[in-house]
């Protein structure tokens, strides 16, 4: 309606100049922030943004977690978004703005109930379609293709074969021009993986260069194929640590080329550094002077880009007297300061939660003799114990009076285990004297 019109039905009506420039700037750089999600972000104007998940999603902990994480980070900004994820930019597109959003099933096409806006077709087309008696996807998508084309163009027709995943549809995307990132064209198209692992390695020797120069090292990069028909192929890799030693680089750009597909041929190629810290030069100890300690930063690397940064870590000790909460996870590269007693040693393997065992054993302080675990008899040959460890009665109510007495034993095969019975063998408020398998030496 117009202004005045809004202003006389709402008293205060606060009002502000459309700025039609602005937006599509702060929407481009809302484009460029995504690319923390995945390699390959668009803009779709007015209001939309495309991302191009594959292959990254499993970063970060699969696609409904990265949706989830997506919607918040856009939440704390003052952002209400709804997003949806599917095989292709129709079904998402559709999904997102005329649906629910979510994840669509893998294989699932364009919901038969949705309005005709969710094809993106020009308002006049889908006016006139309804006069003709259509006004959801799934009727129309049922209805003769000739006399619709005849009549509305070629669009309608691309658009229902979009939704139906028979066209493929590129998205252009977008690169930050105050990135560190070279390109190289080529004058006949690529298509094998040995062509592509030669012209890595002259990316990857002409980014580590600017990034020396810029003192800083690569904490994440991504490589573009940019194919002939116009659409784009991207992989991403990322560091424990800021890195620009081409050689180590190269080779983790070289061990995903298996997901990419060349399709009618590769034209160019872009590298571009999506993440950079500063890294400054060290000088290297000599060998002679202090003892060399292996640099597990490349093998980090590797796993973390074959595995998900969520598959490679190492545990640091917490101050907890209960053994499974005296551990916890942290990147693989963090420095772990403390550690446990000496004199006290702990599995390398706990059970979470401890599996019950049936054991003989004498009271109050004897190893037990023999255990069942699963159904296999276990006879003890060697035992130390016990080792006496109370609940956290300064944390958890329930436990103040709870005791478990652990003991190491070995049995006559050599295999060693962790078990404990709960209660002191006297008091019967303590526990109730049953006998538990909590890890492996």
């Avoid at 640590?241 to 990419?260: I, K, W």
């Avoid at 930063?297 to 969520?310: F, H, I, Q, T, W």
Wanted: aromatic content about 6%.
């Amino acid at each position: 309606m117009k202004l005045a019109q809004a202003q006389a039905l709402v008293p205060g009506l606060v009002v502000y100049d459309a700025d039609p420039e602005g937006d599509a700037a702060e929407l481009l750089r809302l484009a460029e922030w995504c690319l923390r999600y995945a390699p390959l972000a668009a803009v779709d104007a007015p209001d939309g943004l495309w991302i191009d998940v594959s292959g990254s999603a499993h970063l970060h902990g699969g696609e409904a977690r990265l949706l989830r994480d997506l919607e918040r980070r856009l939440a704390e900004q003052g952002l209400r978004a709804r997003a949806a994820v599917a095989d292709t930019p129709a079904v998402a597109h559709a999904v997102a703005r005329f649906a629910d959003g979510g994840v669509v099933p893998p294989g699932a096409s364009m919901p038969a109930d949705l309005p005709l806006e969710a094809l993106r077709l020009p308002v006049e087309v889908a006016a006139d379609l309804r006069l003709m008696g259509f006004d959801r996807i799934g009727p129309l998508a049922a209805a003769a293709r000739a006399p619709l084309v005849r009549r509305y163009g070629t669009l309608l027709a691309l658009r229902l074969d979009q939704a139906a995943g028979r066209v493929f549809e590129p998205i252009e995307p977008v690169v930050p021009a105050a990135l560190v990132q070279a390109r190289l064209g080529f004058v006949e198209p690529l298509m094998t993986a040995e062509a592509f692992s030669v012209v890595i390695a002259r990316l990857v020797a002409s980014v580590c260069g600017d990034l020396e120069r810029a003192g800083q090292g690569a904490r994440r990069l991504d490589l573009l194929f940019e194919r002939v028909d116009g659409s784009a192929q991207a992989i991403r890799i990322g560091t424990a640590r800021p890195v620009r030693d081409a050689r180590h680089l190269g080779r983790m750009l070289d061990e995903r080329l298996e997901r990419v597909d060349p399709g009618p041929g590769v034209e160019a190629m872009r590298l571009v550094v999506a993440v950079a810290e500063p890294l400054a030069l060290v000088q290297s100890a000599s060998s002679l002077v202090a003892p060399s300690t292996p640099d597990i930063a490349p093998l980090v690397d590797r796993l973390a880009n074959r595995l998900g940064e969520a598959a490679v870590y190492r545990i640091a000790p917490v101050e907890s007297y209960v053994p499974e909460r005296s551990l916890r996870r942290v990147p693989a590269m963090t420095a772990v300061k403390g550690g446990w007693p000496e004199d006290l040693p702990r599995p390398v393997r706990l059970l979470d939660p401890p599996q019950p065992v049936e054991a003989m054993a004498l009271l109050p302080d004897d190893p037990p003799v023999a255990f069942t675990w699963r159904r296999v008899r276990h006879r003890v040959r060697r035992a130390d114990g016990p080792e006496r460890i109370a609940g956290e009665w300064w944390k958890r109510d329930r436990e103040w009076s709870a005791v478990r007495d652990y003991f190491r034993v070995e049995d006559e095969d050599g295999r060693r285990f962790w078990l404990f019975r709960r209660g002191n063998g006297r008091d019967a408020e303590t526990g109730d004297m049953r006998w538990f398998l909590h890890g492996f030496f």
